[in-house]
């Protein structure tokens, strides 16, 4: 299978794949003996489900990936150690990293999450469970009196045995999946901490400048009445002035709530409430980065490393496996052997029983369709995914390169440029060579272009959060961020 500038190959460790066709299963059942002797040891056994119930693995995955630590909270002393870890953090001024380590601790919606693991466990426990015999018994009453006839009966479905390794190998793919899946969540976790961070310190920021553009508008409004009182603007002047200061008080307003939705969204992907709440953050977004993000083979890497393709990949042995088993069952998906014990005049006849139902009309075909389609069905999905995540790829590097190529030029140009302009219009407004109003407005342009300047670097981090978590093998939302209000 084939994808622009990639070739993505799926192997399968159970089955081998013919068009058409489908999976054929390389398992053989040659020995009815053993299997009877495999099942009476696993009578003999108690199964249960592991508390841990593959977390390590998913740890394990997240240290690789981010540097971070995870807690299942199960209430053990683990978890009071993640809160003094979570309560230490808070204390500080919050970075990046402080906020996504605090929601690895603390968000109740990934512990949630977590359970997938212990359902995901629990069927894989399931599957190596033998189906419980089934006991039957019946009484009889003859006409004229006498006796009752009495039958007794306990069968065990025969073929649950034979087909148990099936059935594990399905519920351990599902398995494997499931914790890439928690994995994934974790990741997703953190990429969404880092976007709602960097929004979070640029509506602060886009909020002073808000401010000052306020401060401004009064000020040229405190000089316009000045000016209108002496006769020396009209009144129309003045109503706009007054505009102008009424439309920058309300951006203030409007700036406070982005600032508050913003903080109460982080609060939500932390895991916060109450006194925890009060937590800082600087006040300013970071200048550019000086550690850039190597960009090589951008797109061979992001394919490498997604956790999306490796969960479909899964999904697609899970299905061939589950193919595999629907064929081996097709048309015998059922072999109950027993007793049966009769009593009749007082003498009891005892004897083997055997029940299957006769394949004559349902051969397995609708299931065994089914699965193909599935399975074919996701490996288009797997092609397609690829695809698109070389897309996202090259689309997040061009956000990334051009932002902080226009934040330099932002830094390098514009705004040296224009705080040159503010200051020769203050030297010209001395020497009254220039009226108040022109003296304003270029200091309205220099705020101007300072929240330009916000928006390319709050772009900037934004697009670098969105590569760092293609590169540790998610996704991101390629939704535009900013659309709208909230």
């Given amino acids: 299978m084939a994808s622009t500038g990639q070739n993505y190959r799926l192997e399968y460790d159970v089955a081998s794949y013919e068009p058409g066709i489908g999976f ?14 495999l099942a009476g040891s696993l ?9 841990d119930s593959g977390f390590s693995d998913v740890e394990q995955t997240v240290s690789d990936r981010l540097s971070q630590r995870i807690q299942w909270r199960q209430d053990s002393s683990e978890d009071r150690a993640a809160d003094e870890a979570v309560a230490a953090l808070l204390a500080n001024q919050l970075d990046k990293n402080s906020a ?17 693991l212990g359902m995901a466990r629990a069927g894989l426990v399931q599957a190596g469970l033998l189906r419980n015999p089934v006991f039957g018994a019946s009484i009889g009453f003859t006409e004229g009196g006498g006796s009752p006839d009495l039958r007794f009966s306990i069968v065990q479905d025969f073929l649950s045995i034979l087909y148990m390794p099936l059935r594990k190998r399905v519920a351990e793919s599902e398995f494997a999946a499931a914790k890439l899946r928690v994995s994934g969540a974790v990741i997703d976790l953190s990429g969404d901490v880092g976007a709602a961070y960097y929004a979070l310190q640029a509506a602060r920021q886009m909020l002073e400048l808000r401010r000052q553009v306020a401060g401004a508008s009064a000020a040229s409004l405190d000089a316009a009445r000045r000016l209108r009182q002496a006769g020396n603007i009209t009144g129309l002047d003045l109503d706009n002035e007054q505009a102008l200061f009424i439309n920058a008080r309300l951006d203030v307003e409007a700036a406070k709530v982005v600032v508050t939705t913003r903080r109460e969204h982080l609060n939500r992907l932390m895991g916060l409430s109450g006194a925890t709440i009060n937590w800082r953050i600087a006040d300013r977004l970071p200048a550019l980065s000086t550690d850039r993000l190597d960009l090589k083979l951008l797109e061979a890497r992001a394919v490498e490393s997604s956790l999306d393709l490796a969960i479909v990949r899964q999904d697609i042995e899970t299905m061939g496996r589950r193919l595999g088993f629907t064929r081996a069952s097709a048309l015998v998906p059922e072999l109950e052997l027993g007793a049966e014990g009769e009593r009749e005049e007082g003498a009891w006849d005892i004897g083997p029983e055997i029940a299957f139902p006769i394949p004559l009309f349902d051969q397995g075909q609708a299931r065994i369709a089914a699965a193909r389609s599935e399975v074919n069905r996701l490996r288009r999905i797997y092609v397609a995914l690829a695809s698109e995540i070389e897309s996202v790829a090259r689309a997040t590097r061009k956000r990334l390169v051009t932002a902080r190529r226009m934040a330099g030029e932002y830094e390098r140009v514009a705004l040296p440029l224009q705080a040159r302009i503010v200051e020769q219009t203050q030297l010209q407004y001395n020497a009254m060579q220039l009226g108040v109003f022109q003296l304003l407005a270029s200091f309205e342009r220099q705020i101007d272009v300072g929240e330009r300047y916000v928006e390319t670097l709050r772009d900037y981090w934004l697009a670098r959060n969105d590569l760092e978590r293609i590169l540790n093998g998610r996704m991101p939302d390629t939704s535009p961020i900013f659309e709208g209000t909230e």
């Fill in 24 to 37: 054929k299963m390389n398992m053989r059942i040659s020995n009815i003996a053993a299997a009877a002797a």
């Fill in 43 to 51: 009578l003999t056994g108690c199964a249960t489900v592991p508390r």
């Fill in 100 to 116: 996504v380590q605090i929601a690895l601790l603390n968000n109740r919606r990934l512990q949630a999450v977590y359970e997938e």
